[in-house]
T-cell receptor, first 116, second 112 residues
């Protein structure tokens, strides 16, 4: 596709349920980032992949959060046993360059997760 | 640590008014600085960037200058349009990390 695609766009989960959020980056982009954006706040970094390698997961808030990119393209962010504080928009971004090269990151429209 | 602080909104201006959105940062090393914009119903888009001190980023009539001495990267536009109504985010990327650290965002509303 032409841009970064995320699915689903909206997800409502009951507290305690597991969820999986998908990101399809721009084809050929080596770098992929996940961010969490709470209502009225700026996005906060969660994790970074270079191809299939997860090189930085310093922003994952707890061990309930897990991300993978097994073939270096599509990525999935999984949240286990969701809690109300997990309610946020989850953004995915990809770029053609390796980290530190200041290559533009292209963002998807995000998945809005609401935990009830 | 690394952080970004930007002026609180919302900012409401009349069309053709001058715009300034203040942004200051705290960082170790030599970060790159960015402004991103989010139009209603759309994803974040890069507006402009500057990678070293005294660089000026510019795009679509918007400008921002990387000021190391004041740790600032204020966004300016000489004459805003209704179509500029959006949320603007200032961000920094610490050296060689690739990740972005965002401010909280400033909502701009331009009235005809």
């Amino acid at each position: 596709g032409a841009g970064v695609s995320q699915s689903p766009r909206y997800k409502v989960a009951k507290r305690g349920q597991d969820v999986a959020l998908r990101c399809d980056p721009i084809s050929g982009h080596v770098s992929l980032f996940w961010y969490q954006q709470a209502l009225g706040q700026g996005p906060e970094f969660l994790t970074y992949f270079q191809n299939e390698a997860q090189l930085d997961k310093s922003g994952l808030p707890s061990d309930r959060f897990f991300a993978e990119r097994p073939e270096g393209s599509v990525s999935t962010l999984k949240i286990q046993r969701t809690q109300q504080e997990d309610s946020a928009v989850y953004l995915c971004a990809s770029s053609s360059g390796y980290r530190g090269t200041n290559t533009e990151a292209f963002f998807g429209q995000g998945t809005r997760l609401t935990v009830v | 640590g690394n952080s970004v602080t930007q002026m609180e909104g919302p900012v409401t201006l009349s069309e053709e008014a001058f715009l300034t959105i203040n942004c200051t940062y705290t960082a170790t090393g030599y970060p790159s600085l960015f402004w991103y914009v989010q139009y209603p119903g759309e994803g974040l888009q890069l507006l402009l960037k500057a990678t070293k001190a005294d660089d000026k980023g510019s795009n679509k009539g918007f400008e921002a200058t990387y000021r190391k001495e004041t740790t600032s990267f204020h966004l300016e536009k000489g004459s805003v349009q209704v179509s500029d109504s959006a949320v603007y985010f200032c961000a920094l990327s610490p050296s060689n990390t690739g990740k972005l650290i965002f401010g909280q965002g400033t909502t701009l509303q331009v009235k005809p």
